[in-house]
Every structure is written in C-alpha cells, then in structure tokens.
C-alpha cells in the first residue's frame, strides 16, 4: 500500500512534527477598550482552525463583548441558545456589524469574570464562510445576572482570517485581570 | 509539545464515591498552565451519582451555578447559590443504566486576583443535554479537586475521570 505523501513529508523531514493544539498568543488587559490577534495570516499554514478561551470583566459601565473579523464592520450573524441574564429561556437571533458574543452585559462585579471559548472552523479557507461557535458562562452573586448560553455565529466572507478583534462598548474597558488566549488546531 | 496536556487519568477499579487530584500543577512540560479540564465518562455505581467538584477541600457555601437543560421534549433552565459545592451539572447525571458524558472546564486555576469560573457540559443519550456556568467564590489558586455526588452514591467501576491542563 502507498504510504500517503503528507505522512513522508512529516515522519522523513527530520524535524519533530507542530503540536495539534497549540498556544499561539494570550493577552491580559489592563484597562483597555480591545483586544486584538493580528497578523494571523502567519499561522495559515499551520492550523486549520483556531480556538479563543478567556475570562472577562467590564468596568465603567455595562459593557458588551463583540468581536470583529479582519476588521469587517458587516457581514455577521447569529444565534442564542440558552438562559440570559433578562430572560429564563433565551432562543433568539440577531446581525449586524460585530459579533456580538454575550448577550446582555459582562460582570463588573470585584473579582468576579464571565469566561468563554470560541471556535472558529476552517478559519483560512477562501472558500467557506466561517463558522464561529462560542460558549459563555456569568454567574455573579444571588440576585445578580447569571447568564449560560451557546452562540452559533456567521462571518459571512470565505476570506481567510487575518486579524481578530475584541471590543467592550463605547464607555466600559475591559478590567484588569481579563484574559483572551489563542490557540491554533492543526487540522 | 502541544498546550493541551494530560495532567492525570484514574479508571476506577470499583465503586468509588470519591475522586481526587492533589497537588494539581501549575507548570507542565515546560508549560505554564492556564486552565484545566475534567473529563468524566461512565456511570454511577449503586445509584445516581450527581457530580459535584470541591476545589482545596472548601466546604464553605461559596459556589454558584445556572444551568440551561433539554430532554427532547422540554427546554428548563435553573440556578443555585451558595452551595458547599460546585455543581457540573443539575438535571443530567451518571444514572446506573446508561453511561454519562460531563466535560467541565475551569478558567485561570492559578490566578489569585479573581474567582473561578467553571463552563461544564453534560451529556446522556437517553435523559438529556444540559451547560452550566459555576463559580467558585474564592481567590485562591487551585491546588486540589475533589469529585463527589451531592448524594452519597458512587461511580461505577470502569467510570473514568481524567484532568487536563491548558496553557495559556
């Protein structure tokens, strides 16, 4: 049987083979408006799909997470499943020119974070739209906002991904101690 | 080496009511790790085992959760607050018959300026799907976990339960 050509290409180079699922960058803001991941075109060669886990806080103001796509300001759409801070069953839709990725506000609550994951599939195909699906969890105190959802989104463009970016509203910044990481999947 | 590591794994050899990971660690493999993750897949043993975390033996009421759930014929969502424990999950647990998927994730284990935020799935074919989002109302970092049932029971021999770190 004929040894496919990509496994020659690994197992003969020499060189130890790219991790599967690999930190490519993580951020941590001290009080700033966005976050970005730029130049991702650079790992095009090395992952197919690309992974964003983090923990957010907003302060100065309710703040909602939306996050932006090679800095596209249209082209997005979405889904909710899930229970929100407003609304015991949430199951509802939306589009515009962010992602936006929670639904309602972040925490602004001392030490307390909402975290995420966000995949985004086939991130450097020019031939798909991309696929984004995102999972988000707040549980603050009592009787204060508690929030678990999944989100289907659409960035309705097959080009490749070449930046990422994060924003938290017009007035909030992001707190101290919010984290977003990277990662790219080989694929 | 990938960021994604295997920190420990336990198949149970019999019915067992606990599970732990003592000195979870902070660094592997050349790795600063972020996040961890627990990987439970089996039953429950001599009853319903319904999963619940403790993080560094707190027993205090210091965890919080709300939950969103589907069965195929109803959609509910729930919430808890101030409980001795972290729940994984509320309507979807290890039953006796049919095995149980719960894959929780927990965020910034280490960090000592925030509060621990858990994302958990749990999955049984024939009783449901259901998310949960938990905290853990402490700023300490994580240095054990501890998996119990809010009842008593215990998990099934063959159940097995890994922990993962994430780098980050």
Known sequence: MPIPLGVLAVAGAGGAALPSYELIQSVTSGYFQNIDFTNLQTQSSNYRHLQLRGVVRATGGDGTLSMKINEASSGYAYHWLGRSEYNANVNSSGAGSVLSINLGTMPQTADIFASFVIDILDAFSTSKNKTVRVSWGSTTGASDPRAIYIMSGLYNSTSAITSINFNSGNNPVLATGTRISLYGIRG | ?168
């Open chain 2, 1 to 168: 080496m990938s960021s994604y590591i295997l920190i420990s794994s336990q198949t149970l050899g019999s019915n067992t009511t606990t599970v732990t990971f003592n000195s979870v660690p902070t660094t592997l493999n050349g790795k600063t790790l972020r996040d961890l993750v627990l990987v439970i897949d089996g039953a429950g043993g001599n009853g319903d085992f319904y999963p619940r975390l403790r993080f560094n033996s707190d027993t205090g009421t210091n965890y919080h959760w709300v939950s969103a759930q589907g069965n195929g014929s109803s959609a509910s969502t729930f919430t808890g607050s101030g409980e001795n424990g972290q729940q994984l999950s509320n309507g979807v647990f290890f039953s006796t018959s049919q095995r149980t998927m719960i894959y929780s994730q927990v965020f910034d284990f280490t960090q000592t300026n925030k509060h621990k935020s858990v994302l958990s799935r749990a999955n049984r074919g024939n009783q449901g799907t259901e998310m949960l989002s938990g905290r853990w109302a402490s700023t300490s970092a994580i240095t054990s976990v501890l998996l119990y049932s809010g009842n008593g029971n215990s998990l099934a021999t063959g159940t097995v339960v890994s922990l993962y770190g994430i780098e980050g």
